[in-house]
């Protein structure tokens, strides 16, 4: 067997030399692109860490190591032939294409200024969510190729993300289920796969990779170290397209960019290279979900795998909190376990399912307070090319998958018009993600909450307003017993923002009311911590990759920081919501408008 | 069995584990919906602010789709509940009861209200408990701007 999680010294030498090789020269490109573009900075003081640039160099360091232990990877599998039909690679095939998803994934040259990879906002060692604690903390989203063009939500985990189905509509249940994105708009309704669609999204989302044509993936494969790779397995041939000279150029320029004048496929390609290049990006999204549901990024090899098998043993406050997430804390009700729900506390029903994906592929509105620090909110004026990522301000409300039915701002377009009357029915409502792996964090910031011990700041929901599992875990405990008529930042005198005061949601309508006063105590909240922590992966076996991390965890003293407890985590970065307006009409006057106004 | 025999038995084991089809078990099943259903608790008031008003009650486990919608009809006449408010929830089929909790946002302050309360599939089948009709008074206090 090839694949192993232990990486040799041969590899990692390998690896090196080629982290070496891929860093010098984009660095260098990239610089030399960026000379003369001033950075786009509309944010007001504060709003952008400090660290940022900083931090940024250094995830592209390990994406720079993960891309070069893969194409060691790569180099090391055995030939493999073509057999059968359908020809299949055989032996090898099956590697062979998880590999080139992962060297897909970590290729920064897949953006104009060759300086973002996929991974750069998904990083193993952070459940493939986001890799700076300082960006989790602040403004949630990650800065794109063009800098700072920032994404207006946090990076959703990668893992278990392929076992999603393709977007329905149950008419029998009323709900939708499956898709991919907070919002579901990668349905899944062309490949038939909703994780293959989402990889399409950020190499052409104009605040991330930012390609301003999707032909431009086809370009850069052509010149990209594992071309042979994707060749090999998608066929000799496929990649030769005949690009005009202007691509390069083209490629080189941010999506948005005003020179496009709106088009979304600037690059001219006759209609025979255009379905070619097409044929290309799906294969593109192919080969990344099968990475992504590989064992290397979707392992099911937690604590609670063990415990399945009968080959762990939970300490009783994970016993506990076990117990809790099925019962009184109602959570399998939406983060499906394989196993039933009693009230009592005590498990009666049969094992379901032996992979458990803590999720019900559906979508909620837990209704989550605006998020002040979100740097969308700011990104109000162009950028030096003409861009402008949100002319709505605060103007802006995050209806999620009612605003992907209605093909709206911030989304993208709907293929089913049978679905657009019930967007009234789901304004608010944003993917029910896997707990699995919530709690992962590097090895040397053991835990994602504030306190004593070093950790690695996170952000939780959509839009990262919550800072801490403790703090999601008491958001569903007491959101409705703690409720004020107030935005973030603005909570009464006497009382602690997400403590004892929870301002209003963003979006009111369609409110799930499963949780919001559950009646758990403090200790019970934190047993149900203890639990989400035995979801993590890398407990049965090694989790590839997850030695990557070179940033520095976050640390702070309780005796000096009142805010230094998980409870009242990233409270010190709080700032006050300014005057919302109303919400913008082309987001809540899109017909079918909400079911009531949304302030 | 040695180490590298050892991973494969392990690989083979997670490839069957993923090659098995997980969506039919882990998507929320439609459960048989109860023959008769009853209101074991409440409904009552949960929480009354001048902002914020929220219903709660307690049934037997009715069935059927997972989610469900908490209905609530009220109004200022006993004999005209003209006003609907509904939330969802969602149903756990092994679950004796389930807990309907309904918000109604921004009640006129110092006013009696007058309710009843009843739930339903997400697809509008009635679940066939419904209430006496009750009242409540909203705080007199000023609304928080």
Redesign the interface.
Known sequence: MKRTTSIGGWTICAAGIAAVLLSSGPVAAQNARNKGTPSYNPYPPGILPGDLNSELERVLREVDLVEGRALARWHALAASGVRGQPPTLQNTGTELIETLGELMNFDRNMSPNRNEACMSCHMPYSGFSGPIPSVNLTIIAYPGTAHFRVGKRVPQRHTYAPFFPVLQYNQTQGLFFGGNFFDSRATGFLLRNPDAEQAQGPPVDTQEMGFPDAACVAFRLTTAAYRPLFEQIWGAGSLNIKFPKSTEAICDTPGGASRFHGSATPIPLTAEDRIKANEVYGHWGQSIDSYEQSVQVSSFSSKFDAFLAGKYKMTADEMAGFKLFNGKGNCNSCHLDGRGTSMSGQDISVAAQVNPLFTCFGSANEGVPLNPRDAFYYQTTADSYGFIANPYGFGYRDLGLGTFLRSGFGSGPNPNSMWNKYAPTVDGQMQVSTARDVAMTPAQCPTTEAGSTPYFQKAFFHNGYIKSLKQLVHFYNTRDKYAYPVTSGHCPPGTIEKVTCWPMPEVKNNIDMTSGNLGLTDKEEDQIVAFLRTLTDGFTRPYPNMDTFTGKCMICDPAKDPNCSPSRQGNGSLIPTPPLPPCAAAICGVPPVPSSPIP | MNT?QF??A??IT?IG??S?N??R????P?TPKAPSGRIIQGPGI??S????T?IRWTTDNPGG???HY?VVHYGGDPKNLREIAK???????????TV????L?NLKPGTTYYYTVGSM????ADDGTTSAVQKFTTSSEA???
């Open positions: 590298l991973k494969v392990i690989g997670i584990l993923l098995s997980p969506m078990a882990q998507v929320s439609t949960e929480t602010k001048p902002f914020l929220i789709s997972p989610e908490g939330s969802p929830i969602r149903l756990n089929p092994d679950h004796a009861s309907f909790r309904v918000r946002d599939e997400a697809n509008g609304r928080t701007p």
